[in-house]
């Protein structure tokens, strides 16, 4: 194949699954397939299927989204742990359903990020609930740099052992689709 300047070089218009492209890396050239190339955007959905519960008001837990709904380039470890295959700027968005399960005083829940382990400054925030079964649904999201092999971890804190974040399977009547306790989406922007 002679040395072409890019200008010269056809134009591709599809990209077929069989396709093969030369990469080079650290002074070797590799062959890739098309389907480990990636154009898109790394990205991934977790859900969870269980009600989490607190041991003690003194300790951070890690909410868990254990179930992978998609993903590419991004996957959980350990229920927790939302990894990057690959370096960039994510957003991470949440919603977390807690769940008062005894009345009487007005009692928090904080909710915070952590990055590898660390929490990250400015993260957290505290929502509150007074009567019993109530719930509070809070959902928001965090954009952060991140290097491959990096993680995010959404921790948590209770002020009360009567607070949970709560899961609710399938209802009726009409018929609606189960609630997950926590749901989490990592997308590279």
Same mark, same amino acid.
């Given at each position: 194949?002679?040395?072409?300047? *890019?200008? !010269?070089?056809?134009?591709?218009?599809? *990209? $077929?699954?069989?396709?093969? =492209?030369?990469?080079?890396?650290?002074?070797?050239?590799?062959?890739? +397939?098309?389907?480990?190339?990636?154009?898109?955007?790394?990205?991934? @959905?977790?859900?969870?299927?269980?009600?989490?519960?607190?041991t003690s008001v003194t300790t951070a837990y890690s909410l868990s989204a254990e179930t992978t709904d =998609?993903?590419?380039?991004?996957?959980?470890?350990?229920?927790? +742990?939302?990894?990057?295959?690959?370096?960039? $700027?994510?957003?991470? !968005?949440?919603? @977390?359903?807690? !769940? +008062?399960? !005894?009345?009487?005083? *007005?009692?928090?829940?904080? /909710?915070?990020?952590? +990055?590898?382990?660390?929490?990250?400054? &400015?993260?957290?925030?505290?929502?509150?609930?007074?009567?019993?079964?109530?719930?509070? /649904?809070?959902?928001?999201?965090?954009?952060?740099?991140?290097?491959?092999?990096?993680?995010?971890?959404?921790? &948590?804190? $209770?002020?009360?052992?009567?607070? *949970?974040?709560?899961?609710?399977?399938?209802?009726?009547?009409? $018929?609606?689709?189960?609630?997950?306790?926590?749901i989490v989406t990592l997308t590279q922007i």
């Amino acid at each position: 194949m002679p040395n072409l300047p *890019i200008s !010269q070089l056809p134009e591709l218009t599809a *990209i $077929t699954s069989n396709a093969e =492209f030369a990469v080079a890396q650290g002074g070797v050239t590799y062959r890739v +397939k098309a389907g480990l190339a990636s154009s898109g955007n790394l990205h991934g @959905a977790f859900h969870s299927e269980f009600n989490q519960s607190a041991t003690s008001v003194t300790t951070a837990y890690s909410l868990s989204a254990e179930t992978t709904d =998609f993903s590419s380039g991004v996957s959980v470890v350990d229920g927790c +742990k939302f990894t990057v295959a690959s370096g960039g $700027t994510f957003n991470f !968005q949440f919603s @977390a359903v807690f !769940q +008062k399960t !005894q009345g009487g005083t *007005i009692e928090f829940v904080s /909710i915070w990020l952590s +990055k590898n382990g660390s929490n990250v400054p &400015w993260t957290n925030t505290d929502v509150s609930m007074a009567n019993n079964n109530e719930y509070v /649904i809070s959902a928001w999201n965090f954009v952060e740099e991140l290097n491959a092999g990096d993680y995010l971890e959404l921790k &948590w804190r $209770t002020s009360t052992l009567n607070m *949970i974040c709560s899961f609710l399977g399938e209802q009726s009547n009409p $018929t609606r689709p189960a609630t997950p306790s926590v749901i989490v989406t990592l997308t590279q922007i």
